[in-house]
């Protein structure tokens, strides 16, 4: 298995790298479908956080997501400072997985 990966902000990448983690924290100018999808060809589990995944696509992540291979998933920021329950919900609601409740 490879090293799993992150895309995120500076804050929670700081806190994976300690754990062994290889992050990438993106500039605002850098396009995410480009870097995302260069990351999936990399690793087999690659972790986003929530702000960076609100940059993509719904459809490419609905994608990645449903493919599981390599493994995708949203985290929240260490600092919390994203609103991950409310962005779980959006997310859910937008790539058609159940009610939002």
Do not use: N
Request: hydrophobic share 45%; glycine share 10%; charged share 25%.
């Amino acid at each position: 298995m490879s090293t799993p990966h992150y895309i995120g902000d500076a804050d929670t990448a700081a806190a994976l790298r300690l754990a062994g983690v290889q992050v990438y924290v993106p500039g605002e100018e850098e396009d995410p479908v480009a870097l995302f999808e260069q990351y999936l060809g990399e690793t087999d589990f690659l972790l986003l956080g929530t702000a960076f995944a609100r940059r993509l696509p719904p459809e490419t992540l609905k994608a990645a997501l449903k493919a599981g291979q390599p493994l995708v998933a949203v985290i929240p920021d260490v600092l919390g400072e994203e609103d991950f329950v409310g962005e779980s919900v959006r997310l859910r609601r937008e790539l058609g997985w159940g009610s939002a409740s």
